[in-house]
């Protein structure tokens, strides 16, 4: 499918973080040079939801724990030290992947790739990495707010 | 009268948000997180508005709207979608769904709330007819000891109550010095999973605050929850006296 070869994953990816930072968060990102290997480790908390269809494939948003805590209190609209958990946390991480992926789909169904939608999943840890296997299009973009780095992946065939 | 709005969401951050929306309106959420359980909410409560989210586990936001359309008594309650694709064929579907609108995520609470003016009227909350307090149904102080009362069936529409309530509970205790929680299991009938995860959370919220608590129970619900690792260690008196005498 040349579609999936041809579709502007960059173009995608920042339109849709951004509108998601922006509305829900208030938190302006914007585009890093910085080596999404190395930019986002130790602790920290995935959430990712995958395409179905025409397209397969999955997006998921990496973000240190500390970064996840800011972006909790700021979706919630309270202090950090007003979150009561982890709980609390891996649902806002999951809505904004579910948010992103939201968005990402509705891009790919408007470009002739239809699929549908998965419920969020969340993984948290230190200790483990994302790997990309048989995708046609694998792509990393890291997103800067102030000094706190997301990484957004996106895996598609 | 105060507006009944039913936000159905798998995402606790979502009903927070449209919780928020509606704070300074006159106006009463009921929360459910899927369609299951937003059918049986809005059976009991006759909401006269329904927040849905689509996508969500055990039954979607399109199944409930349909089977809500096929209620008599429900039918005629207004749905806004909730949805995170803003895709042609998606918006399409949803408009063939007979709601009443949708809105597409990332959303602001002000933008909900002017969705919701074209639909229904909203009204300032009024100060001098606060909304029915529904934490009272749970919470009681006697003396200088928090209760906390569970009704006979614990299920999520309860859990929901009292969790949104837990909190500021405890920081009422904490400012007025009160350091003394009975959680009151007598009328409990049934030992469900609802159940074990509000007693969970009540207990973990008082050991992070603090707080000394007491469950009291019947001695079948004792045997019962010893049964799971997570309770098998409280515990449980037989009256609230005693519960008091132990402190």
């Not at chain 2, 009268?1 to 009463?28: G, H, N, Y």
């Amino acid at each position: 499918m040349n579609e999936i070869n041809t579709v502007d994953l960059k173009g995608f990816v920042g339109n849709a973080v951004n509108e998601v930072f922006d509305t829900m968060l208030s938190m302006e990102v914007e585009f890093s040079d910085a080596d999404s290997q190395t930019t986002v480790d130790g602790n920290r908390i995935v959430g990712s939801v995958s395409f179905a269809g025409e397209l397969m494939g999955s997006v998921c948003i990496q973000v240190p724990d500390v970064f996840a805590r800011l972006m909790t209190a700021a979706m919630l609209g309270m202090e950090l030290e007003e979150i009561e958990g982890e709980e609390e946390v891996n649902d806002v991480i999951g809505e904004v992947s579910n948010m992103i992926g939201g968005d990402l789909k509705s891009r790919f169904c408007d470009s002739g790739l239809p699929c549908e939608l998965s419920i969020p999943s969340i993984t948290s840890g230190s200790d483990f990495k994302v790997e990309s296997r048989n995708w046609s299009r694998h792509e990393s973009f890291v997103f800067r707010h102030q000094q706190h780095f997301a990484v957004v992946e996106v895996f598609i065939k | 009268m105060a507006l009944k709005v039913l936000t159905v969401d798998d995402s606790k951050t979502i009903r927070m948000i449209v919780k928020k929306a509606f704070k300074s309106f006159d106006s009463v959420l009921f929360e459910a997180e899927n369609g299951v359980e937003g059918l049986a909410v809005a059976a009991k409560e006759k909401p006269d508005l329904i927040v849905l989210d689509i996508t969500m586990p055990v039954m979607n936001g399109v199944e409930m709207l349909s089977r809500l359309k096929s209620e008599p008594d429900l039918k005629e309650i207004p749905v806004i979608m909730l949805t995170a694709e803003s895709g042609k064929d998606n918006v399409m579907q949803i408009v063939k769904m007979g709601v009443k609108d949708y809105m597409v995520k990332p959303f602001k609470g002000e933008q909900l709330i002017e969705r919701v003016e074209k639909i229904v009227k909203l009204g300032p909350k009024k100060a001098e007819e606060p909304a029915e307090d529904l934490s009272k149904r749970y919470f009681s102080v006697d003396g200088d000891i928090q209760v906390l009362f569970l009704p006979e069936k614990i299920d999520r529409q309860i859990s929901i109550q009292v969790e949104g309530h837990l909190k500021a509970k405890i920081k009422e205790m904490i400012n007025s010095g009160v350091s003394k929680l009975i959680l009151d299991l007598s009328k409990v009938a049934e030992t469900n999973m609802s159940l074990i995860k509000l007693i969970i959370l009540v207990t973990q919220n008082c050991q992070k605050s603090k707080i000394y608590i007491r469950v009291v129970g019947t001695p079948s619900m004792s045997d019962e929850l010893k049964e799971f690792a997570e309770t098998s260690e409280i515990t449980i008196e037989n009256t609230v006296e005693d519960a008091k005498a132990a402190f």
